[in-house]
């Protein structure tokens, strides 16, 4: 079998492991009394992925924070009242340059606010708008950016340090990125499998009960990366947070004027064409709430083309389609909104 995976073309379909790196993890806040990075850091951020003994670099970018800590060009006037977007790694830009650098200049005349932060969910952006709207700037109105993952997504906190930074959640921590180090992505991959040795089985979104131990072991092989991918897709549990997550959805409403929600495809329903069940599961709730949804995966085109090659994330194309839909988007908003004036 390890012969056939190896040197065929079933190998191939195996998907990989990923690791992720940051060259100053610590500039990560906590995302339960802080939101974003440390604000007017520079960071850069390396995707690794390997499969067996070969590994490469998916993604190298780099991004700055402005005066709130937020991804974007343009600092907060604390004076404005601001169009706050929420949302996750799709909204962040993570793993290209941030669309959202692209759309501040294009609306130069409306303040922004980017708090899209990556590996968050429902959860967060509610508290994330409070805490804007508390210590930041007064908020106007919110544009949702989501994927249906954001709807599984617990509410975890970020513990940083110079060497990582871990996601913590139900008294248990998973390191989501390392220390970048110089050193080829071989290597690189090594030392994170080490880490996962060392953490232990427990782990953020990834419930397997594989001991980290023998899982490093088996994912030097092609037969035990398949065994662990078979694993992991029987035992996620995609609905254990849904609820609390709808209800912070309700409750962001509730405090705030939403504007829309932008439903946005993840790579598997771009290359399908259409809503997985979940992402159906999520619509149909949206539908009986007083709530602007948009259909993304209609509205912005976006396919499996606009994807990286491994990287769940949108390439530089992907997010160039989602830039434009959120900015017509909010051109209409604005022109609904001056309409209706006295």
């Not at 190896?6 to 060259?23: C, H, N, V, W």
């Not at 921590?173 to 992505?185: E, H, N, R, V, W």
């Not at 993304?296 to 976006?302: F, I, K």
Request: hydrophobic share 40%.
């Amino acid at each position: 079998m390890e012969l056939i995976l190896r040197y065929s073309s079933i190998g191939e379909k195996i998907a990989p492991e990923k690791y992720y790196f940051l060259d100053t993890p610590q500039h990560f806040r906590d995302q339960h009394s802080e939101f974003g990075y440390a604000a007017f850091s520079t960071n850069r951020e390396v995707a690794i992925y390997s499969r067996g003994d070969h590994a490469w670099v998916e993604h190298d970018v780099s991004f700055t924070a402005n005066n709130a800590g937020l991804v974007q060009r343009k600092d907060i006037d604390p004076t404005k009242s601001h169009v706050v977007v929420v949302g996750d790694s799709f909204t962040q830009g993570q793993g290209a340059s941030p669309w959202f650098y692209e759309l501040e200049n294009e609306l130069q005349g409306l303040p922004l606010a980017n708090l899209g932060v990556i590996g968050t969910g429902v959860l967060h952006w509610e508290k994330a708008v409070d805490w804007f709207q508390k210590h930041v700037a007064d908020v106007d109105m919110v544009v949702v950016i989501f994927i249906a993952s954001d709807f599984s997504r617990p509410y975890w906190f970020a513990k940083s340090s110079p060497n990582e930074l871990q996601f913590c959640y139900e008294f248990a921590c998973s390191t989501i990125f390392t220390k970048l180090l110089d050193a080829a992505p071989l290597d690189l991959a090594q030392r994170r499998r080490e880490v996962s040795q060392r953490q232990g089985p427990i782990s953020v979104g990834d419930a397997h009960s594989i001991g980290a131990g023998f899982r490093t072991q088996l994912m030097k092989t092609r037969t035990g990366s398949m065994l662990v991918a078979v694993l992991r897709s029987t035992r996620s549990a995609p609905w254990k947070h849904f609820e609390a997550n709808k209800a912070g959805l309700q409750a962001l409403l509730a405090r705030h004027k939403v504007a829309f929600a932008l439903h946005l495809p993840e790579k598997g329903e771009a290359a399908e064409g259409k809503w997985s069940a979940t992402s159906l599961e999520i619509k149909g709730f949206i539908s009986t709430m007083k709530l602007r949804y948009v259909d993304g995966l209609e509205r912005c085109a976006l396919n499996v083309s606009d994807f990286r090659s491994f990287d769940p994330h949108p390439n530089p194309t992907g997010y160039r389609k989602i830039k434009e839909c959120v900015l017509v988007l909010l051109k209409t908003t604005q022109q609904g909104s001056s309409s209706q004036r006295p």
